[in-house]
Every structure is written in structure tokens, then in C-alpha cells.
């Protein structure tokens, strides 16, 4: 069998081998390997992305794709499965000793890509550096209270109150070398606000993980290398793994169907069946966990970018809803998502824990919107300027477009500023920003995670780190901080959609729905999809 070059030819197994020897001939480990495993693992994994993580900081952004790439290189304390459920990863085993209190029992023998042991001071280390301010990861250890060490290989995590989903909140808070750091002059995490891709970190990386950072040229390709020294097997052939953002859909499209990459995601709606089509390749699809939706400044007295000058117009909740219900989401499913999105009420959807199917969206009604704009005092509406990635979520430009012509029915003017992800975040996470768009996928699988995040009123630890809005209902406050220990599944439940039932009707938000995903993939390529759209290389081979 042979690997297909990056222009299409077909050079044999022996000469990948050779030239990736000569590539790595600094690295010994990886040529003894080689010797030993000429054919198994003399394998190229070319993978394309509409864009690129921020930084090689695994504490400085919650994103999902920032996080899926540095999966590979970092790891938690404890993971997933192929089915999402919990699997041991850092930590062999865990318990819950008290009501505040879990104890943490570490894989001994495991090893940073330096060199270094694995011990229970990185974990100290690490849990309190995703708590630090600039971190973007202060949602999931903003309820622990204190880190002990026990011993070299077991520590203590002490919430503030009993956090019975403490577990599943670690599987994407990612443990760092506290030795490393140090030589690095990285103590505190890279702040996604203000640096974004500036920092140390953004060029380096060192982790416990299965591949390793071999080569980092930001916005242009990033190469992953097979960690030989793993502490398990890796279920991959791949020798390494390169990354490449591509943020035009024709050209990512045509890099997968001219065989120049083995794997691309997000196949625009429109294309699925075309690569279905194309010999050689297929769309790998399912549903996705991830919400899409608006958020609206309402918490500045008057708006940064907009017309209406002495007030803000979203304070008012006859204007979010007029908002609301000027939006077309059937519209949109149909002519902009192809029918690949399903309409959300909620700011959590199917597959969440706490989801709850007959939550309702307000109905799409222009002549109730116009009546609520008059009754608010804006019949002739008003220019707000609205914060889109174009690089980010599926048709996430188109959507957009299709907001602000939807608006426009309603006498709103919307400048719509698109961007790249590079600039974007930094924006919307300074909350530079009056009306934005969101995709949220809960890494818990569970409703109080978006509860936390996104609704919880902001309180600078933790709770609202993504509410960049500011909404603010302290009823629904209570009922998070209630819902974090509740351990009887119907009674948290029943707390959960009371709690989205007052977002709903304060409009808080504006949902508008759960993309699917769509990769392309080669024929050649076994791969595992997943439903938070994470990517493990370790589970990825070339046939």
C-alpha cells in the first residue's frame, strides 16, 4: 500500500520512511522505532480545519478546537471512552471520601515529552493555574477550594460546596509540567483576551499526551509527532500527524478530493454529496452537541456600537424578543444549513444531560416583533453592529448574513463585522462587543455546564466566564448553585428546566440551533467520530 504525497504521487512506504528518518534524526527514541517498526508506523495523517487554535496554552481558551488539538499533546485526569463515558487517564481511579472531598489515585511511570516525571505537584500545579486570572478554564475549577498532595502519587480536590459531577468537569482541564512551566516563564496561563497568540506557549508545548508538538508555524500548519515513550498503547499507525488550517471551503474541499489531505472538517452542508460521490472519499456525519446562538449585551448602560445613544436598547425584553422572533430559524435550517441543523429552544440540545425534548422556541412572528419594537419605543429601529466568526462554526458567515437580513424586517440596521476566530475571540472574550455570535458543546455533557458558563451571572472566579453579555437573573443564580449538588436525578432535572424556562423568558439569549457535524475522510482513514467534535489522533489509522 502507499501514501499519497501532498501533490498526489505515489512514493513508496520506503521512502516515507527514509525521509521521515532524516527529518527526525535528532530524536533517537523515534529512530529506534522506526528500525523496529518500519511499516506499522511510517504513516502521514494530513488533517485541514476552516481554523487554527489560539495557542498551545491548554489553559487559555475554552474552544473546542483548540481543545481537540491539544487532546493529543495534554491530558486530564480523567477521559473518555469512545461512547463519552468517563475512562481513567491521569488518575488510575477516583473516589469521593467526604461530601467536599475526592481523592485522586495517579498512574504512576508516566512521563512529560521532556523527559520529566509525571507527579502529584503538577497536578497541584496545574489545577491552580487554570484558577489564575487570564485563564480561560476558570468554569471548571472555579468550585474547587483547595489541591493537596497526599503523596507523590495522590492528591486531594476540595470543593466549596458538594460537586457530585466533579469528574466529568477535569475531562478537559489539561495537566502541565509545574518544572517545565517554570523554565519556561509560563506560570500564569496565556491570556486569550489581550495576548491571544502571543506568549511562549503559543509556539510550545509539553505534555503527557500521545503526540507531541514537533512543529508549530501558526495559521500555516502545525505537526504532531508519535510520542514513542507513551504510558499505553496507542490505537493509531500514524507517525505523525500535520495540521493544516485551510479557511476557504472550495480549497479544503479540494485538498480531501484531491487526496492531498486524509481528513477535513467542516464539509459545507452543500458538498456532502459530492464527496459521497468522489471516489476515494466519503462524509462522516452525526449530530453535534454544540449550541449556536446570539448573545446581546445588557449589561452596560448604553451600547458600545450602536446608534441608540443614553440607554441600551437589549435592557429592554420586549426588544430580545423582538430580536427573537424576527429571526427565520426554519428559514435558515432550509436555505442555509441544507436541513443540517436541528432548531434550539434551549441553550442545550439532544444528548445533553438535563435536556428535556418539549422545550419550545418562541414562534418566528415579524408583525409580534414590529409590535414589541413600537411598544419599547424603537418602531424605527435602530444600527447595531453585530460580531461574527467566519472561521469557526458551520456556515457561521451565512448565518449571520441571514440574522441581519432577518432583522431588517423589523427597521434594525446591522453592520455585520465578520472576522477570523484569531481576531474574534480575543474581541468577544474583553467583551468588545454589543451583539455576538456563540457556539457552545458542554465538554461535561451536561446541562449545568451551559448553565454555568454561559447564564450564571459573571462573578470573576468562574461562574458566567462565557456570559459575555452579562445577563443576570439571581433566581436562576440560586437554582445553578442547587442544581451543582443536587444528586437526585428528577429533582435536578426538574431544576434545570426551571432554570432555562426564566431564560427563556427573560430572552437572555437568542438560540437558534445544533449544527451537525460533516467530516470528509479519506477511504484509507479509520477514524472515530464523536459528538463533542473532538478529533483523538490515537484513534486514527491509515489503512
Known amino acids: 500500500m502507499t501514501q499519497r504525497s501532498p501533490e498526489g504521487g505515489g512514493p513508496s512506504i520506503l521512502a516515507l520512511c527514509l525521509g521521515w528518518v532524516r527529518r527526525w534524526a535528532a530524536a533517537p527514541v523515534l529512530l529506534a522505532l522506526v528500525a523496529l517498526h518500519p511499516i506499522a508506523f511510517a504513516q502521514t495523517i494530513r488533517i485541514a480545519d476552516q481554523g487554527d487554535a489560539l495557542s498551545m496554552d491548554p489553559h487559555s481558551l475554552d474552544e473546542a478546537l483548540q481543545l481537540s488539538l491539544l487532546g493529543n499533546v495534554y491530558e486530564p485526569l480523567v477521559g473518555r471512552n469512545k461512547d463519552l463515558s468517563l475512562a481513567p487517564a491521569l488518575a488510575k481511579a477516583w473516589r469521593q471520601t467526604a461530601p467536599t472531598v475526592w481523592r485522586f489515585e495517579l498512574r504512576q511511570g508516566v512521563r512529560f515529552h521532556d523527559g520529566s516525571a509525571f507527579t502529584a505537584d503538577d497536578v497541584v500545579f496545574s489545577l491552580e493555574r487554570a484558577q489564575m486570572a487570564g485563564s480561560g478554564m476558570k468554569s471548571y475549577v472555579g468550585s474547587i477550594k483547595q489541591v493537596r498532595k497526599i503523596d507523590e502519587y495522590t492528591v486531594e480536590i476540595e470543593t466549596a460546596m458538594p460537586y457530585p459531577i466533579l469528574p466529568e468537569v477535569l475531562t478537559t482541564v489539561y495537566m502541565m509540567s509545574r518544572p517545565w512551566c517554570e523554565a519556561q516563564g ?35 500548519r502545525t505537526v504532531f509527532v508519535r510520542n514513542a515513550g507513551y504510558w499505553a498503547p496507542i490505537e493509531s499507525n500514524a507517525a505523525e500527524v500535520v495540521f493544516t488550517p485551510i479557511a476557504r471551503d472550495a480549497d479544503r474541499l479540494a485538498a480531501l478530493l484531491s487526496g492531498r489531505v486524509d481528513v477535513m472538517e467542516p464539509v459545507p452542508v452543500e458538498e456532502i454529496a459530492r464527496v459521497n460521490a468522489n471516489p476515494g472519499t466519503r462524509a462522516v456525519t452525526g449530530p453535534e452537541l454544540r449550541t449556536i446562538f446570539l448573545g446581546m449585551d445588557q449589561q452596560r448602560s448604553e451600547l ?240
Open 186 to 220: 509560563v506560570l500564569a496561563p496565556s491570556d486569550a483576551r489581550s495576548a491571544g497568540t502571543s506568549g511562549r506557549t503559543l509556539m510550545r508545548a509539553n505534555g503527557t499526551g500521545p503526540f507531541r508538538l514537533g512543529e508549530r508555524l501558526p495559521g500555516v
Open 304 to 543: 458600545l456600537y450602536s446608534s441608540v445613544r443614553g440607554r441600551n436598547p437589549f435592557k429592554d425584553a420586549r426588544v430580545r424578543r423582538a430580536f427573537y422572533q424576527a429571526i427565520d430559524i426554519d428559514g435558515i435550517r432550509k436555505d442555509v444549513m441544507r436541513g443540517a441543523s436541528n432548531p434550539a429552544a434551549w441553550l442545550v440540545g439532544p444528548g445533553v444531560n438535563g435536556f428535556q425534548a418539549d422545550a419550545k422556541r418562541l414562534p418566528y412572528d415579524v408583525a409580534a416583533a414590529k409590535r414589541l419594537m413600537a411598544e419599547a419605543g424603537y418602531a424605527e429601529g435602530f444600527e447595531i453592529t453585530l460580531n461574527c466568526p467566519d472561521d469557526r462554526y458551520v456556515n457561521d458567515a451565512r448565518i449571520c448574513q441571514a440574522v441581519t437580513s432577518n432583522l431588517s424586517r423589523i427597521q434594525v440596521k446591522v453592520r455585520l463585522k465578520l472576522e477570523s476566530r484569531r481576531s474574534y475571540f480575543p474581541r468577544v472574550l474583553r467583551r468588545d462587543t454589543s451583539f455576538y455570535l456563540l457556539g457552545w458543546a458542554p465538554s461535561t455533557y451536561d446541562a449545568e455546564d451551559a448553565l454555568g458558563a454561559l447564564v450564571a451571572c459573571p462573578d470573576g472566579k468562574g461562574a458566567g466566564q462565557y456570559n459575555l453579555g452579562g445577563y443576570c437573573n439571581p433566581r436562576v443564580d440560586a437554582l445553578i448553585r442547587r442544581i451543582a449538588v443536587e444528586t437526585d436525578k428528577a429533582r435536578r432535572d426538574a431544576m434545570i428546566r426551571e432554570a432555562f424556562q426564566i431564560h427563556a423568558e427573560d430572552v437572555g439569549h437568542l438560540p437558534l440551533h445544533q449544527q451537525q457535524l460533516a467530516w470528509g475522510v479519506s477511504d484509507k482513514l479509520r477514524l472515530v467520530q464523536l459528538a463533542d467534535n473532538n478529533m483523538p489522533f490515537k484513534w486514527m489509522s491509515i489503512q
